[in-house]
């Protein structure tokens, strides 16, 4: 029977669900491989092409380390919570989980029709009450928890209690605010048990601080800066502004240093890393205090540049700055006012990113530099941010190009401190020269002068020698419903742990999904929601929760009692291959490594990365079509449609056009009237009797309508052909347009293989015949070849490798199962629903497939022993005759004169002379 591919597929999709065939044991005594994909969001749309990418690519992976003996974990789940369900329950009132479970149905149908190897026994979803237990446990470590700088490591809270209450805060080395108390251990005693908490949130690893965040009136939240652009928010294009909030916080910059270090301990793409590094943002450098002008008030800078601090003539705060209203004097109050508004509708990514527009406002204060008494004007200005650093910089307009064009701007002072004609602009502070100008350190070079800059402010009290990271704390809280309630009650204005027996801490129903109408967040509608001893906490925790510790809850999904078992964890460890996207850089990777390091130092993990090996899939870009509407004299739009090739003869205007009623770039005239009732009545002036559309490759989007659904691919071509043609399309972790066009060239090759195993009738026909030569050569070449291109991930290179290998045996009329069964074996991670029927049909037992041995490549089989010498007379060449290389050039002349092909072309004459260049040519002069 022909190739009858939707059978087929059908047959092992439903076998492997009903035997658990891709089910992963805890215990074995097979080495184990841990193969992850970044767990999906699922969205109302469904996959789209683009999506499975990753997800195939790490399936082939998965099924070729079964192969190669390995007892593979590869598992599924979602990240259920989020805002585009929340959103949707705004609109229609329906719960969330209701449209999250539509959703996850349609992804599932779709995951399943692709074949994908998952063990679906340990699927986890972030939103079910019996995962966000565990999310809300480890917070509940986090806020018990202060990070000890002299064990550099995470520390339980009790252990600074102990110390409290012998010591004092005397010998404390810890990452905290910077407001901290000195006391005694009697002085601790005394201390209400209000202020002992207020004082211990202050060191905890997650804490409660006034932040500044980006808020969306519209949504009712916070918003992280990827999920806003250009001051609006990324879903619905609401306007976003900056705004301080009481928040969560989590206290990843204590692990900043060795966040950076465990960079070079991973195997991930450089690009990310290097992403990483700069968000992390290391500087070395100094603190500098700025007293105030007629004030008590002093403003610290960090700064890298410390030796430049004689040509300092301005200072600027950010417009946050907790001191900006204190010292705005009343002649510049409405001015800064009236910045600061405008600032709140930039978020702090545009502020970041905008190097361009000069902008700012003088506070009318002046600040005094430390070193020589001179007098500095003291600026608001959007490029400083009140979060990073000590929200203030010291401003040098000749060595740094914004303060240069921001003392340009304004007409500030600008003050040559290099003895080269101006260092300005110049970004080398090795860059040689003498100090000039700068008092002491005239004449001194470069790492002099610093050196003798941080002497004196540290001499004098007013700096010192300082590591800062760019990092922030990370904010933690969501004023929305759709997300895990965080496990905290208020008493007496302060936060306490709920017990670990009312874990989980179940998210309430309420009527409406909206803040309220006071601006409080959604759970403040739930009635009856209320802890014993106070008011539990309103906010929900941001997405980044639950997909901070995934990895783990596939180890031991089922435990109730920890989110998993010390020895599940102990055999898996960590993730061998981590697939996603490179866009989760410095938001859910960073996260992920904050908290693995945080189990660990607590003891719940070995391993101090998660993820030991890292590949960015590339994009599957949209091939957008094009229709091209003839305008009218005036300019308007008529209802008839130019060909392409025809469009320089007339005015038309383009148009996106559904790539799903386009093949091959021609346009399906019926079905293009039928897509949108305005085109019912469509004229087209065509060429050569066709519609030939535009093309351009853009992003896949529903609004350009180029999205290629999975689903029509499959019920047209099957699950097999779709993997094999996304793996086709080039290097994984390169981003390329998709093309159904090209997607019939798989096809046919599928049942070009299938055609391998069959007769002209289509009757099963392999024997048992033994290989020849030139067989084994052609299997042990693709034996080799994939292995390598595997573990290399080069897996479009593989699909060539197939094609090439399938012709050959075809042209060799192979049907011997000694070739055939390893070829099935070789191109099952691929292909696996029809390699699983081929298998059977070879007599093997359903479902061993998966765990068959993966061939043995033989060099052997590839070693050429023998050549086939072009035969040339009188410098013609007229045959060619295959000859072992192990002859000598003699016996090769032997071998020639007499050979019935030559003796047929010397037609009886004599050799006067035999030329043999072994392993190259023979040539006979007559």
Known sequence: MDYQFKDIEKKWQQFWADNHTFKAENKTNKPKYYVLDMFPYPSGAGLHVGHPLGYIASDIFARYKRLKGFNVLHPMGYDSFGLPAEQYAIQTGQHPSVT???????????????????????????????????????????????????????????????????????????????????????????????????????????????????????????????????????????????????????????????????????????????????????????????????????????????????????????????????????????????????????????????????????????????????????????????????????????????????????????????????????????????YVNSDFMNGLDYKAGTAAVIAKLEAIGAGKAKVNFRMRDAIFGRQRYWGEPVPVYFKDGLPYLIDESELPLVLPEIDKYLPTETGEPPLARATDWKHPEGEYELSTMPGWAGSSWYWYRYMDADNNEEFASEEAIDYWKAVDLYIGGSEHATGHLLYSRFWNKFLKDVGKTPEEEPFKKLINQGMIQGRSNFVYRLSDE??????????????????????????????????????????????????FILENGKYICGVEVEKMSKSKYNVVNPDDLIERYGADTLRMYEMFLGPLEQSKPWNTNGIEGVFKFLRKFWRLFHDADWNFNVTDAAPSKAELKSLHKIIQKVEQDIERFSFNTSVSSFMIAVNELTDLKCNKRAILHNLVIILEPYAPHICEELWVLLGNEAGSLSYAAYPTFNPAYLVEDEFSYPISINGKMKTNIALSLSLSNEEIEAAIRSHADVLKYLDGKAPKKVIVVKGRIVNIVV
């Open 634 to 683: 005036e300019g308007r739009g008529t209802n008839t449609f130019v060909s392409h090739g025809l469009i320089k003869e007339y005015k038309v205007s383009p148009l996106h056009v559904d790539v799903n009623i386009v093949d091959n770039e021609v346009l399906n005239l019926n079905k293009f009237k039928q897509w949108r009732p305005e085109y019912a009545d469509a004229e």
């Open 100 to 434: 999250t479970e539509d959703n996850i149905a349609t992804y599932r149908r779709q995951l399943d029709q692709i074949g994908f190897s998952f063990d679906w026994s340990r699927e986890v979803r972030t939103s079910e009450a019996g995962y966000y237990k565990w999310t809300q446990w480890i917070f509940m470590q986090l806020f018990n928890s202060w990070y000890n700088k002299d064990a550099d490591k995470a520390v339980a809270i009790d252990d600074l209690v102990a110390h409290f209450e012998s010591k004092g805060s005397a010998g404390i080395n810890a990452v905290c605010d910077e407001e901290i108390l000195s006391f005694t251990a009697d002085e601790w005693k005394a201390f209400t048990e209000q202020e002992q908490q207020a004082e211990l949130l202050k060191y905890r690893l997650t804490y409660l601080r006034e932040s500044t965040v980006n808020w969306c009136a519209a949504l009712g939240t916070v918003l992280a800066n990827d999920e806003v652009k250009d001051g609006f928010s990324e879903r619905g294009g609401y306007p976003v502004e900056q705004k301080k909030m009481m928040q969560w916080s989590m206290r990843i910059t204590a692990y900043a240093q060795r966040l950076l270090d465990g960079l070079d301990t991973i195997d991930w793409p450089e690009p990310l890393k290097e992403m990483q590094r700069n968000w992390i943002g290391k500087s070395v450098g100094a603190s500098v205090k700025f007293p105030v002008e007629n004030s008590p008030e002093v403003i610290e800078v960090f700064t890298t540049r410390v030796d430049t601090i004689f040509g300092v003539t301005f200072v600027v705060l950010a417009p946050e700055h907790e001191l900006v209203a204190q010292l705005t004097t009343p002649e510049q109050k409405a001015t800064v006012e009236e910045y600061i508004a405008k600032t709140k509708k930039k978020s702090e990514l545009d502020r970041m990113a905008d190097t361009k527009t000069v902008s700012g406002a003088f506070t009318g204060s002046y600040v005094l530099n430390p070193l020589n008494g001179d007098k500095i004007q003291l600026w608001i200005a959007d490029y400083v941010l009140a979060g990073y650093g000590t929200g203030a910089v010291m401003a040098v307009p000749s060595g740094d190009q914004r303060d240069y064009l921001f003392a340009k701007h304004f007409d500030l002072p600008i003050v040559q401190i290099l003895d080269t004609q101006s260092i300005e602009l110049e970004a080398d502070p090795t860059k040689e020269g003498k």
